[in-house]
């Protein structure tokens, strides 16, 4: 399956008043790991949508275990890979590494969607077989 990793050092800003981390950065965070991780296979959010007339990939379900802190002047390292495709779907799964320790553990759902003229309203579509190709891991770029 498609993967990635991407280091980080914490900032001041991304922290509590405690220096530890604030835990919506790492949210903002996944959500920069998931556009990376499309990168990895060549893809863009702006080109899927260019290509196959997408509204988007929505984040439908999200799953975090905070297990420990990071601190400001920390480096982590967040590796994130395709868990699963379905259908409509694709599940990542993001870890947190800092040093030795996973920090966060978490997994999240996106959906292929589209605006359905017919029921004016955006729909979960399926997964073009490129795309199913290339998250999967099976296809050039991946």
């Known amino acids: 399956m498609l993967s990635n990793t ?3 050092q914490v900032e001041f800003g991304h922290c509590d008043p405690s220096g530890i981390v604030f835990n919506p950065h790492y ?3 996944f959500d920069f790991s998931v556009h990376a991780l499309l990168g990895r296979a060549g893809l863009t959010l702006k080109s899927m949508i260019d290509e196959f007339g997408i509204d988007g990939i929505p984040l439908v379900d999200n799953q975090a275990r905070f297990k420990a802190p990071s601190r400001w002047g920390d480096d982590i390292v967040i590796e994130s890979s395709i868990s699963a495709v379905h259908r409509s779907a694709f599940e990542i799964r993001h870890l ?3 040093g030795g320790t996973i920090a966060v553990e978490c997994s999240e759902t996106r959906v292929w969607t589209a605006f359905d003229r017919e029921q004016g309203r955006v729909r979960a579509k399926p997964l073009p077989p490129r795309i199913v190709a290339l998250l999967s891991g099976a ?3 991946a």
């Open 139 to 141: 296809a050039p770029g």
């Open 96 to 98: 947190v590494r800092n």
């Open 27 to 29: 949210f903002v965070w």
């Open 6 to 8: 991407r280091t980080l």
